[in-house]
């Protein structure tokens, strides 16, 4: 084999070569090059950089350092930390240069100086991909801005609108709880605004600008009800992300927790929360590690917790954790005197989300909801109100365009100084008609969803389907 065989095979010769050559094709191809010492002294400079230097000959710049020959240089920082900047926008003379900057080794390893290349001394052949670049850096900007907008709380104390006792209450002593950051239980039959207030809790306290993350405890199946709340270590089970999951604690973190039906919450989990409300700390699902969190609970439900706790259902030790600060939500029955401003400001929120620019009601329609016992409370009554203005040409709701809307028997119920003297109905009977039409009231105020009407009845639902079958009712959307 001959010497020049044998040197081709040779690693570090082929490496010295690919270094030498990489080098004449940096230095061929880029609009300049220029190299230092590790002590910042120019050492070498090619002829095609010198225009743009502002110099004659090359022996002008060797020896002195980078700063006198381009201002502001930051080769010196590569050559003492090691560090390249592989892609870099320069500005010398009042020109954009884009430019590399790598450090200079020996064969030991030893960073002993630096060298910088002039890719392009112009950005016009670079727009597509800065183009790109402004576009995927507003990509995320909007995405950074849509995230905290789903975390963010949207409704005020001026939107939980009343002043009758029960509502006055409710919002002193909510308006007492922003100022703290103890742990609130809501209580209230389902659709009286526990959400609204426990959002209007948090953008009154300090955690404002944090997170504020709703949970539907009921919602969750019992499968996923741990990882979603405490998260999960990368792989923690067959199908788990390998990069893990963050729980809704770790994303309420600083903020607000709003948990919802809380009384649906499976027992083995009411442990852990109960952990986490008194130590601040959670740990993922799959680890074994413990971290500290800041969240502030605020929970709701619909159910007597207190009858959940003596029939075994709920733990009395996180139940006293959690009833800390105590606020009952009035049903819409006991506030018909607050009934214009609630239809108001409902009528408000309507025209804001969709084409009613004129939505307006009628003293004869506001007599009309009156009469209607609401067991669907205001969540209901949002949904007669935008129904009415739907079928409605004129967006001015009357007592007419209200009553077609209400439940089958609704609109002729008279008040007691309005109802006429009758033939006397025998119990029976009016056992039966009053048990038929709240069926009809709770499916109407659940849109026909057989789960949420049995939870207002506090029946279950088969007990919901034999009642429906005994008085031929269907189930199904309520109509329109």
Not at 451 to 476: D, N, V, W
Request: hydrophobic share 40%; proline share 5%.
């Amino acid at each position: 084999m001959s010497a020049s065989s044998a040197s081709i095979s040779d690693p570090a010769y082929l490496r010295a070569r690919a270094m030498e050559t990489l080098f004449e094709r940096l230095e061929k191809l880029c609009e300049g090059a220029i190299a230092i010492d590790r002590g910042g002294r120019v050492v070498y400079v090619n002829e095609k950089y010198l225009a743009a230097l502002g110099l004659k000959r090359t022996s002008e710049a060797i020896g002195r350092p980078i700063e006198e020959i381009i201002p502001n240089s930051l080769m010196r920082k590569v050559a003492e930390t090691g560090e390249p900047i592989l892609l870099d926008i320069m500005e010398l003379g009042g020109e954009q240069l884009v430019v590399t900057r790598m450090p200079i080794e020996d064969e030991n390893g030893t960073v002993i100086g630096a060298i910088g290349f002039v890719l392009y001394d112009h950005l016009e052949s670079l727009k597509p991909l800065l183009a790109r670049v402004a576009q995927l850096e507003s990509d995320l900007r909007l995405a950074r801005r849509q995230l905290s907008n789903a975390r963010a709380a949207r409704f005020t104390f001026a939107d939980y609108v009343g002043t009758t006792p029960g509502i006055a209450q409710a919002k002193q002593l909510a308006s007492r709880a922003a100022r703290q950051s103890v742990t609130v239980l809501l209580t209230g039959e389902t659709g009286t605004g526990k959400e609204m207030l426990a959002q209007a809790i948090h953008n009154a306290s300090s955690r404002a600008e944090k997170p504020f993350v709703s949970v539907n405890v009921a919602a969750i199946p019992d499968t996923l009800i741990e990882s979603e709340f405490f998260g999960t270590a990368p792989g923690a089970y067959t199908g788990a992300d390998r990069r893990g999951r963050e729980g809704k604690f770790r994303i309420a973190d600083g903020g607000t927790l709003f948990l919802d039906e809380i009384g649906e919450m499976p027992l083995q989990l009411q442990a852990k929360l109960l952990r986490v409300l008194q130590e601040r700390e959670i740990e993922p699902l799959g680890s074994d590690k413990i971290s500290k969190v800041d969240v502030r609970v605020v929970a709701a439900t619909n159910v007597d917790l207190r009858k959940r706790v003596s029939d075994g259902a709920f733990r009395p030790d996180l139940y006293y954790r959690l009833n800390v600060l105590s606020i009952d939500l009035p049903p819409l029955r006991h506030c018909l005197d607050d009934l214009p401003d609630i239809c108001a400001r409902l009528l408000e929120d309507i025209s804001a989300s969709g084409d009613y620019v004129k939505a307006k009601i009628t003293p004869s329609a506001l007599s009309a909801l009156a009469r209607y016992d609401w067991p669907g409370n205001v969540r209901e009554l949002r949904n007669i109100l935008e129904r009415a203005l739907i079928l409605s040409d004129s967006g001015r709701l009357t007592g007419e365009d209200v009553a077609r809307i209400l439940p089958v028997g609704a609109d002729v119920r008279p008040t007691a100084s309005e109802r006429p003297a009758g033939p006397v109905v025998p119990y029976a009977e009016a056992e039966a008609e009053f048990e038929k039409h709240t069926l009809e009231q709770a499916l109407a105020a659940s849109n026909g969803q057989i789960s949420e009407a049995a939870r207002m009845l506090k029946i279950s639902r088969a007990t919901f389907y034999k009642k429906l079958a005994k008085f031929g009712l269907a189930a199904g959307p309520a109509p329109v």
